[in-house]
């Protein structure tokens, strides 16, 4: 396995006790809910969420009979929507195997390889591109681990063209990361620090300095690696500067480790030391599971110091971690370091009984890279105490794995060696021909010279010519390139403005969909509330306008929110806002409480206090419960009222809003009043931010609140889906092409 794949260490944090407790609960409310559904649908639907909750080992309790119902479901279905969703769910659960098959102790790349495959094809059937793009990649880790390079390489491409087409940075420098890394462990620098300087760009364009600094530190190791001392002392210095900036002690120590190991990779030990044990101060006392990793890389950093007593006191720490984590893997490597430091030490017979212990948890894990340097060791230990029988043996499984890994090479070296024999043999046989056809008297052979140093002397004068014309050229393609060289900077110049201009407005379109992931679906909401609408229209590209839906029994919480500012502050703020307001439902059906838990949340997000240099950000909202049995709503408001239009009546009735802010200055304490609504069938409620009633005519006349009422009242007799229609067509011949100064979102249900 390539170095670069397996320097992340063991650094699995603990999760706090509470969450296993509710994610108890969440499996028993589960497993009620599948006793009681009636549809096959539901059932799967609960089965793959019961696999998302439970515990990993019960992972195909919950994946087979997804899988069957998924099937059956599919043979009765020929409708491409729901074959669409079944087909995704049914790759969900062959999602559930593979996380199943790949855990440490039931470790199984096989069929970890099978069932990734299987979920991919169903992901390329239903175009889900980004799955697919992550499958590919996924496979790729697997062939590595397995140690087919070729095919590594070979889905790490596909997964990146696919990245690239959806314009996913995220994807596009971890793959990039990815495939340096394969070719940094082939020893194939230039393509490697190719990928790697695409990585870097990515993640400046991200902003992600976590990364950018671990890709300044994996590229100057390169440069070190090259003996190009100064550039490597220049970018490694840079990563560790950046990585100061980290706050977080935990992913501090992570970056440090990280560095550790590629300053290690560069044959930098000193440096490497330094990091590793930063990394260990950070962690002490915080974090035990990841204490093992760390141990076994100081280990090694010892020992290629030969400071074999170090080396061996790391590893033997390791191994106690390993043993009490039951990981194997970091068993066998702590193993395998001691067996090497021992031998340094030519304590052969220690060596030879922790290499001993190593060999069955390699031949366990199953990976040819791993159980190659395992048998490596083996035969040297055996070797040591003079057991030639068993080193004969090891050697023997070491050559063939190492033979198995370079299988292509081997291959392509045979290949070449097959044509140079079949180019002799010919070669021989037109010689033998030669002698007996060409035998000449002594006036031939005379005649062959003379034509012979004649065609020598047009050759040689030929030459010359071909030398003169030769410099000639040389002489005007240095002009035209001096000219060429001019023109391109100053195209270069342009096309550098152009790609930061197209940067720029790639990210906020990718902004968009990120925000409008995040806001409800509307066929969820039509679902619930079939006479109801969402006109929702951003000033700009992302908006500062949200719309919040949700569904606890019997209640449908629904809600428009006005964020401070529109465009990209805006969208920053919606989506803040809207995380705070799922958590405050989460907690609470009482629309008052959910208000003042919204409060909280927003001035604890952006640390809201009474000094000048707190942000004064907050926002607007008008948010109601609807209790579909009894039709009773209850509505809560922060400086946005409620509009009821009752069935038959030619007048908007207005419930006013509670005159304060969610954030900003608003007190922490702040009580935002409930009123409850008694609505009858045909009945409507509105609820809107400021932008509908906001919008200028090309006269410059403003709409207004009263005249937005009036249209109301006025498609009263419309459908609410129609009524949509009719607002937003009115919006639009009212502006005349005028453009938006505020974000629009109008809200309708009717009972």
């Known amino acids: 396995m390539h170095s670069m794949k397996h320097f992340l260490f063991a650094f699995g944090f603990l999760y706090c006790s509470f969450f296993s407790f509710s994610q108890q609960n969440k499996i028993d409310s589960l497993q009620k809910l599948l006793q009681k559904a009636k549809h096959d649908t539901t059932r799967l639907h609960l089965y793959l969420k019961l696999g998302e909750f439970c515990d990993t080992k019960d992972n195909l309790k919950y994946a087979e009979p997804a899988l069957q119902l998924a099937d059956k479901l599919l043979s009765q279905t020929k409708d491409k929507t729901q074959r669409k969703i079944l087909l995704a769910r049914k790759a969900g659960a062959y999602d559930l195997c593979f996380i199943y098959y790949n855990e440490d102790e039931t470790k199984n790349l096989n069929k970890v390889i099978e069932y990734k495959e299987k979920a991919l094809e169903l992901y390329k059937e239903i175009d889900n591109k980004k799955e697919v793009a992550g499958n590919l990649q996924f496979l790729g880790e697997c062939y590595g681990a397995l140690g087919n390079y070729l095919k590594e390489l070979d889905f790490f491409k596909k997964s990146l063209i696919i990245s690239e087409e959806l314009k996913d940075q995220g994807a596009i420098a971890g793959i990039n990361f990815s495939i340096g890394s394969v070719y940094f462990s082939q020893k194939d620098t230039i393509l490697a620090l190719s990928h790697f300087e695409k990585s870097l760009e990515a993640f400046k364009n991200l902003r992600d300095s976590s990364k950018m600094a671990i890709l300044l530190v994996k590229i100057g190791s390169i440069y070190e690696w090259k003996k190009k001392h100064s550039k490597a002392n220049t970018l490694i210095n840079e990563g560790l500067d950046l990585i100061k900036t980290e706050k977080n002690h935990l992913r501090l120590a992570m970056s440090y480790s990280f560095f550790g190991q590629m300053l290690m990779d560069a044959k930098l030990y000193d440096k490497a030391l330094e990091n590793f044990n930063v990394s260990y101060e950070l962690i002490k006392g915080h974090d035990t599971a990841s204490f093992g990793g760390l141990f076994n890389a100081l280990g090694k950093c010892y020992f290629w110091t030969d400071n074999f007593t170090k080396a061996i006191e790391y590893y033997n720490r390791a191994l106690k971690m390993a043993q009490l984590q039951k990981n194997e893997s970091m068993e066998a490597q702590s193993l395998i370091g001691l067996a090497n430091a021992y031998l340094k030490l030519h304590k052969n017979k220690e060596a030879a009984d922790y290499a001993r212990r190593a060999l069955p948890l390699r031949k366990k894990e199953g990976l040819p890279v791993g159980l190659m340097y395992a048998e490596k060791i083996m035969f040297r230990a055996d070797s040591s105490i003079g057991d030639f029988k068993g080193a004969f043996e090891h050697l023997s499984n070491y050559i063939i794995l190492r033979d198995k890994l370079n299988g292509d090479d081997v291959r392509k070296e045979g290949l070449k060696q097959k044509f140079k024999e079949d180019f002799d043999k010919e070669k021989e046989e037109a010689r033998l021909i030669q002698e ?116 606890k029994g019997s209640l449908i919480f629904i809600a428009a929110a006005d964020c401070t500012g529109h465009g990209v502050p805006g969208a920053f703020m919606s989506m803040i806002g809207s995380e705070r307001l799922e958590d405050a439902v989460a907690n609470s059906n009482d629309t008052s409480e959910i208000l003042q838990l919204l409060n909280k949340g927003i001035k604890t997000s952006l640390r809201q206090s009474d000094s000048d240099e707190s942000t004064r950000d907050g926002m607007d909202i008008a948010l109601c419960s609807v209790d579909t049995k009894t039709n009773l709503v209850k509505y809560a408001g922060a400086n946005r009222p409620i509009w009821l239009i009752r069935k038959g009546q030619t007048e908007v009735e207005e419930i006013k809003a509670t005159k304060k802010a969610i954030g900003g200055l608003t007190e922490d304490a702040q009580y935002f009043d409930t009123h409850e609504i008694q609505l009858e069938q045909g009945d409507s409620f509105y609820i809107t931010t400021d932008g509908y009633a906001d919008l200028f005519s090309r006269d410059d006349k403003k709409l207004t609140t009263k005249k937005f009422k009036q249209i109301l009242l006025e498609i009263q007799d419309k459908p609410m889906q129609e009524q949509e229609k009719q607002l937003s067509d009115f919006a639009e011949n009212w502006s005349n092409g005028i453009e938006q100064i505020d974000d629009i979102l109008v809200i309708g249900v009717r009972l």
């Open 436 to 551: 007996k056809k060409d035998i000449f008297d002594l006036e031939e052979k005379k005649k062959q010279r003379i034509i012979l140093f004649s065609v020598i002397g047009g050759l040689l004068l030929l030459l010359a010519f071909s030398v003169f014309v030769l410099r000639n050229l040389r002489t005007t393609r240095k002009q035209k390139q001096i000219i060429e060289l001019k023109s391109k900077e100053t195209e270069e110049q342009k096309i550098i403005i152009e790609e930061k201009n197209k940067d720029i407005t790639d990210s906020i379109n990718y902004a968009k969909r990120i925000q409008q992931a995040k806001l409800p679906r509307k066929e969820e909401i039509y679902t619930a509330l079939p006479q109801s609408f969402v006109l929702f229209k951003p000033k700009d590209i992302v908006s500062g306008d949200f719309y919040f839906f949700a569904k």
